[in-house]
């Protein structure tokens, strides 16, 4: 089985290389990862204690960030290395300013875990939420490092679970000391296959975040002057079928007095100039607030970091990623401010919007 797994990671980052020459987003994955290992070497790990971060994406940094931030201020005098598997988690957080460091995460290869692992010799490992690393796992239980899933979640269905992945995830997750999960429902699940001792129902992280940025003095004079105190409904963290889902809605209701705005998952200046001809001055972009007039009634936000701070402004959310094979994105922004959400079929078993529903 670990003969599979190797070949599976050498595969994926051969199809990710080949991918990198035709799709922007693989290309940011592949430069990120140039000379990487040299980036590494050349960093003086030996003269403080390091405490290790690992976030798949934006998504799993937003999980995680509550507790980071708490280790850091627990903590001040160790530093943080963060890192970050996909280009969205890392383009828009590498500089954050609680990390001393962060880094793309090498391929779980032998060789490369290996070399990570021995380099920074963190004090103390924390994965967030699913990404679970067989090698790297492996490593700093070698090492006798602790290491901690934080913020998980699965269900019947989890590939974790299922032939033949069932017995080598459950030695992964035999390495991790503990294991933190969102719901009773995760707790059950792996107790019922032979994991007990090292389980903890912890709750979700991400409602301690949501929580803190509802209780901030935020304003945005912009987007307050484009609702002009209308009714608005926000689509938040979308992918392409979910804006050509929200832009049907608004075309058949941009009559009424309604204000619009979009907040795309990953900025696209192509996909911005074709919504630009195609809606002409009723369109305004965030970063153009001096073109506001009185014809705009679509905002598209052309920045990053202020969703989840602008639901505070609108009627209704349209969550994102419900109509690709990933799920939806976090529903707990705009919930926590009693706003209505909305969201394509796949919420993958997403508790919350179980709950919701």
């Known amino acids: ?35 990487l290992q040299k980036t590494i070497s050349n960093y003086n790990f030996k003269k403080d204690k390091w405490i290790w971060f690992h976030c798949s994406s934006l998504g799993e940094f937003n999980d995680g960030k509550t507790l980071m931030d708490s280790i850091k201020s627990k903590y001040p005098k160790h530093k943080i290395v963060l890192s970050f598997f996909s280009p969205s988690g890392y383009e828009n957080k590498k500089n954050y300013p609680n990390a001393d460091l962060v880094i793309y995460l090498p391929f779980d290869s032998i060789s490369n875990s290996s070399f990570f692992v021995e380099t920074i010799n963190p004090c103390v490992a924390f994965f967030i939420r699913n990404d679970v690393w067989y090698n790297y796992l492996n490593e700093l239980k070698k090492r006798r490092i602790p290491a901690f899933l934080v913020s998980f979640t699965l269900n019947d269905k989890s590939k974790y679970l299922k032939f033949p992945l069932k017995r080598f995830y459950k030695t992964s997750f ?28 912890a709750g979700n992280l991400r409602i301690d975040r949501v929580s803190s940025i509802f209780e901030s003095d935020y304003k945005n004079q912009f987007v307050e002057e484009f609702i002009d ?18 832009l049907e809605t608004y075309l058949r209701m941009r009559d009424r007095k309604i204000k619009w705005i979009i907040v795309p998952h990953e900025i696209d200046k192509y ?7 195609t809606f002409g001055d009723r369109m305004i972009l965030s970063s153009e607030s001096q073109n506001l007039n009185s014809k705009s009634d679509l905002l598209w936000v052309n920045e990053i970091g202020i969703l989840s701070k602008i639901y505070r402004y609108t009627d209704v959310a349209f969550i994102g990623a419900g109509f690709g094979k990933s799920g939806i994105h976090s529903i707990l922004e705009p919930v926590v401010y009693g706003c209505p959400v909305c969201f394509g079929p796949n919420h993958r078993d997403y508790k919350e919007a179980i709950d919701l529903i």
């Open 271 to 277: 996909e911005i100039e074709t919504a630009k001809k």
């Open 174 to 201: 035999h390495n991790i000391n503990t294991i933190f999960v969102q719901d009773a429902k995760s707790q059950e699940i792996l107790n019922k296959s032979g994991l007990s001792e090292n389980i903890v129902n």
């Open 1 to 35: 089985m670990q003969i599979l797994y190797h070949l599976a990671i050498y595969f994926y980052s051969s199809v990710a290389f080949i991918c990198s020459f035709f799709i922007p987003k693989a290309k940011l994955w592949r430069e990120g990862r140039k000379g």
């Open 229 to 246: 105190n209308y009714f608005c409904v926000i689509a938040g963290s979308c992918h392409q079928k979910d804006i050509e889902v929200y």
